[in-house]
Each structure stands twice: as C-alpha cells, then as structure tokens.
C-alpha cells in the first residue's frame, strides 16, 4: 500500500501545482476575462474528451497487462503534457496538448484498481480514503509550491511538474511493484473497452445501479468547481496564484485530515452508504455556502465545516469495487473514470460560460454565484437519487465491521 500511496502523492503534487496557473496562463492569450473563461474551458473540456474514449481502453489494457505498466504510460503523459505546456506559444498548442495527455493518463482509475487488488472488500472504503488522503495531501502542497512559483514565473509551475512527473516514472519502474498477479489477468475486450458499452456494464453491477448517477452528478459539480474555482475567486475576490494555492492548500489539508484520519472512525460509526448520504448533505450546503460568501475568509470556513464531504468518494467507490469481479477491478475503475470524463466534458461547456455570464456583475452581486449554485442543486438531486436507491433496496445502514 505504501508504494501506491507514495505514487499518488508525487501524482498529485505535480497535478496541483499547475492547478492555481493555468487559468493564468491562458489569460495571456486571450484579451478579456470572458474570452479567458471560454478558452480555459475549452481546454478542460479537450481534456475530459480525450480521457473518456481512453480510460475504459487504459483500465481494460490493466487488467490484462498489470497495473504497472498503464502507470508509466500515464506518467509519461504527465511529463509531456507539463513540459509542452509550459513551451506552448499559442491556445491551439494548449489544447493540442490536452488531448495528447488526456488520452494517455488513467493515473487514478488505475490506481483505485491496484488498491482494491490488495485488500480485502471489507477494507475498501478505508483504503480508498488513504488513497483520497494522499490526494488531498498533494493539494496541500501542488497548489501552494505552484503560487509561489507562479508569482516568479507563470511558466516555472509547469517545469516543476514536468520534473515531478519524470521523478515518478522513475520511482514506477525502478520500486513499484505489480498488484495484479498473472493469474487474476484477462484478456482485453475491445468491446468492453467501448466508453458507452463500459457505462452501461458499470450500471448492471448488483447492487449499484443508481449509484452511477449519483458518482456522475458528484463528478459534474467536482469538474465545475475545477473549472471555475479559480476564475470565481479572481473575478470576486481579486485572488491571484499565490491566494488561490493558498485556499487549495485548505482543501487538501482538511481532506488529508477526514480520510487520513477520522474516515476509519466514521465508517465505524455510520457506515459506508450513511456516511456517503451524509457528505452528500454536506456538500449541497458547502457549494450553496460558497455561492452566498461575499468575503474571501468565508471560503475558508466553508472548508472546515466541510467534514463529511470529504467521505462520499471513499464510500461510494468501495460500494461499486465491492460490487465488480476480482479480474474486472480494472476494467470497473477505468468506467468510473471514463464517466468522470464525460462528466468533465460537460463542465467546461457549463461552468466557464455561466461564469461569464455573470462576470459584467458587481464583485457583492449574489448572481456572480451561479456556478456554485448550480453544484449545490446536483448536489441536492444525488442525494434524493441515494436516499431512494439505499430506500428501495432496503439496504440497512448500518456501520461496518472494525478493521
């Protein structure tokens, strides 16, 4: 466990120092903070395209070939996305870049499935919270180190990640060990690995159903949030790199604190479908919260009051691995995946239009919100989705078994 947990986190720190600049960055091509929104979000959106044809195709190649390899590739992907971003001239060049980098990175998805090869479905919910802990703790610390590099170069960011990314590949052949033992391989399905075929067998898993809305929502309003959060705070509250790092080095800190540290005692005590209805409460009323906060230290409340929100991946990812068969937990993550592709497809086209929908309004203008508004009433349908599922399958919600 400590070889993947130690993989994510140089993952995620090279990920959250671009986080705070690269909205910067296309500010440079463009004249205006609407053209800025548009193009940011069809950058993000070129991305999220690319990934969801690729993911299921990644995973299935996992399952067959083992976790390790699809790793180098994806931190493969990572270096040259950085470094070609960071010597990119023009938009197109940026754009062009995303698609090459969104078509080779399944970092994540492949990640969920090396985790659930290696412990035991009972485990799952508390191991996919150390893996959503080192997540957080690479947004602790990606975001800041990229503002204050930013606040040098708005370029130095992305150098820095690309090193990041070179220094994984390095630790992925030289340490990493392969969780997926020959024997717990499968042959590739090319027809499985169809994006569209892949999210419809995701559906048909016993026992999950529904909750593939309820991830796809979760995922919609995470992909808003992405694309918006540091156009919003720029546009309300005058937030440069270095601020923006700051407030996503919040967000990593209270993650690494709930999944790090208190997820164990929560499943305990609620259980993995009552902790995961909780945090979807939790989070309605965060992003209405944030919609509302007329003054930057509100942002950083909302964070701390924010506890169970940060449960819901972790619970809703055990209920879905416990649900797959063993030799498909590449194949199933790599649909998760893909289905947080498309739900980031759709973000772009959302969230940084609607933003600047309302970017002529004055910085104290209730209205300047609706990007977060819009994740609260998702936020509000997945948890009347996860209610009725848990309802009708007459699920008890009753607290897992101590580890």
């Not at 929104?37 to 083992?66: C, E, H, K, Q, T």
């Not at 606040?151 to 590949?169: E, H, V």
Request: charge should be positive.
């Amino acid at each position: 466990m400590r070889f993947i947990l130690l993989t994510v986190l140089i993952d995620m720190v090279s990920i959250g120092l671009i986080i705070p600049v690269l909205p910067e960055l296309v500010g440079h091509f463009t004249a205006d903070r609407s053209e800025q929104a548009f193009w940011y979000g069809a950058i993000m959106l070129s991305f999220g395209v690319a990934n969801f044809f690729f993911a299921p195709i990644l995973g299935g190649l996992s399952d067959r070939f083992g976790r390790r390899p699809v790793l180098l590739i994806g931190f493969c992907g990572f270096a040259f996305s950085f470094f070609a971003t960071a010597l990119a001239t023009q938009l197109w060049m940026l754009i062009a870049i995303r698609i090459v980098s969104g078509a080779l990175q399944a970092n994540a998805s492949v990640a969920n499935a090396y985790v659930a090869d290696i412990t035991a479905p009972e485990d799952r919910a508390k191991r996919f919270g150390q893996l959503g802990a080192m997540f957080g703790l690479g947004f602790i610390l990606g975001p800041v180190m990229g503002g204050l590099l930013g606040a040098i170069d708005i370029r130095l960011p992305f150098f820095a990640a690309g090193g990041l990314a070179l220094l994984n590949l390095a630790y992925g052949y030289f340490v990493l060990p392969e969780s997926l033992p020959p024997s717990q391989r499968r042959p590739m399905s090319w027809q499985s690995a169809n994006p569209i075929r892949s999210l419809k067998q995701l559906t048909q898993l016993k026992g999950v159903g529904p909750l593939v809305l309820v991830i796809a929502l979760g995922a919609l309003t995470d992909a808003v949030l992405r694309t918006t959060w540091v156009l919003y705070t720029g546009l309300r509250y005058g937030w440069g790199p270095l601020e923006n790092g700051w407030s996503l080095f919040a967000v990593g800190a209270v993650s690494v604190l709930v999944q790090g540290v208190l997820l164990k005692r929560m499943l305990a005590r609620f259980g993995a479908k009552r902790l995961a209805v909780l945090g979807l409460i939790s989070s309605t009323m965060t992003f209405t919260l944030w919609a509302l906060a007329t003054q930057g230290w509100m942002m950083y409340a909302v964070i701390g009051l924010n506890i169970f929100g940060f449960t819901v991946t972790a619970s809703i990812q055990s209920l879905v691995s416990n649900a797959a068969d063993a030799k498909a937990q590449g194949q199933t993550m790599g649909s998760v995946s893909s289905l947080n592709s498309l739900m980031a497809v759709l973000a772009p086209v959302i969230g940084a239009p609607l933003l600047g929908v309302v970017s002529h309004l004055p910085r104290d203008d209730w209205r300047i919100g609706a990007p977060f508004f819009l994740c609260a009433v998702l936020m509000a349908c997945s948890t009347a989705v996860a209610l009725w599922h848990f309802s009708r399958r007459r699920i008890e919600l009753a607290p897992l078994p101590h580890a």
